[in-house]
């Protein structure tokens, strides 16, 4: 930078020596008096250093200006960015604050989501942040009243939504797909939830659709009944061939919890003997499906009867 700075003096100065040199030449040329050619020389040795200054310093304050804009630019950019999240920020305080949730939940959720950071494991970072989106588009489908789907079986929300009912379970459980269920650490799990909700009062109904040619399920289904009415749950059973036909096709596994939602699964067929596995399961919000499905509980429940103890 020095040097960049001794070559433009010397090019300042071998510049207007050039200008007076060449000014005395042409003075002398037209025989003028020494003292004329003298000063018209310095003279315009002085105009050239000083045009040469103007310059350079004009030079120098357009690139100041330059700079300027785009540090002024910048920081205007920094300044909108930082009200931009202050706004977003006051926004979602307030949306938390006017929601119905609780507050002090969602403001958990939000301090132990910052606790993890780049500096974590990278393994839990990523995982945290593909579980973080995962519930931020589950949570977006509820809000929109949609369709979630799980690829296959999923027992928190079984579970949850169990725990969490308030007027109403009506479950559809075909013998096919449950088979095992009951004695098993997920049957046993929902069926100490949904004594639970017998216990808030809240009315838990299921239908077992039977097949009476398999006998040798219909053991395993009575002592479930016995099991799960003691718990509070009213249970009646539904032979298929009773059903009428347009409604048989109808029937699959699904659980309407308060009438605003509905729990369905889809199973795969497997071994003979073996429990079916479910290939996925869905959290239906539409009203009108959910209406339906309430509607054809209901058409079932009248056509089943009551075990014989």
């Given at each position: ?117 780049p500096d974590s494991s990278p393994l839990v970072f990523d995982f945290v942040q593909s579980e973080i989106s995962r519930m931020s588009d589950f949570l977006k489908e509820l809000a929109d009243g949609g369709d979630v789907t799980y690829y296959g079986e999923d027992r928190d929300w079984l579970l949850g939504l169990t725990r969490n009912a308030q007027v109403s379970i009506d479950a559809i459980s075909l013998a096919s797909v449950d088979r095992g269920l009951w004695t098993s650490e997920m049957g046993q799990r929902y069926l100490h939830a949904q004594r639970g909700a017998a216990e808030r009062k809240v009315a838990v109904r299921r239908v077992f ?101």
């Amino acid at each position: 930078m020095q040097t960049a700075a001794r070559s433009r003096v010397v090019r300042r100065v071998a510049v207007t020596l050039a200008i007076g040199a060449l000014t005395y030449l042409v003075t002398d040329l037209f025989e003028q008096p020494q003292i004329l050619a003298i000063a018209l020389s310095i003279l315009l040795g002085s105009v050239t250093l000083i045009a040469q200054f103007l310059i350079e310093f004009e030079q120098r304050l357009a690139v100041v200006e330059e700079a300027q804009q785009v540090r002024s630019q910048r920081m205007e950019d920094l300044v909108w960015r930082a009200f931009s999240r202050i706004n977003e920020a006051t926004e979602l305080i307030g949306l938390v604050e006017t929601s119905k949730m609780e507050t002090e939940v969602l403001t958990q959720l939000l301090r132990n989501a910052t606790r993890i950071t780049p500096d974590s494991s990278p393994l839990v970072f990523d995982f945290v942040q593909s579980e973080i989106s995962r519930m931020s588009d589950f949570l977006k489908e509820l809000a929109d009243g949609g369709d979630v789907t799980y690829y296959g079986e999923d027992r928190d929300w079984l579970l949850g939504l169990t725990r969490n009912a308030q007027v109403s379970i009506d479950a559809i459980s075909l013998a096919s797909v449950d088979r095992g269920l009951w004695t098993s650490e997920m049957g046993q799990r929902y069926l100490h939830a949904q004594r639970g909700a017998a216990e808030r009062k809240v009315a838990v109904r299921r239908v077992f659709v039977i097949d009476r040619r398999d006998e040798g399920i219909e053991p395993e289904i009575r002592r479930s009944c016995e099991e799960q009415s003691r718990m509070g749950i009213s249970v009646r059973l539904l032979d298929r061939a009773d059903i009428p036909v347009p409604l048989r096709v109808q029937v699959f596994d699904f659980i309407v919890f308060d009438n605003l939602m509905s729990y369905e699964t889809t199973s795969l067929s497997m071994e003979e003997d073996a429990r079916p596995a479910i290939a996925e399961t869905r959290l239906v919000l539409r009203g009108s499906r959910v209406k339906e499905r309430s509607q054809f509980f209901d058409e079932l429940w009248e056509l089943a009867v009551t075990p014989a103890r």
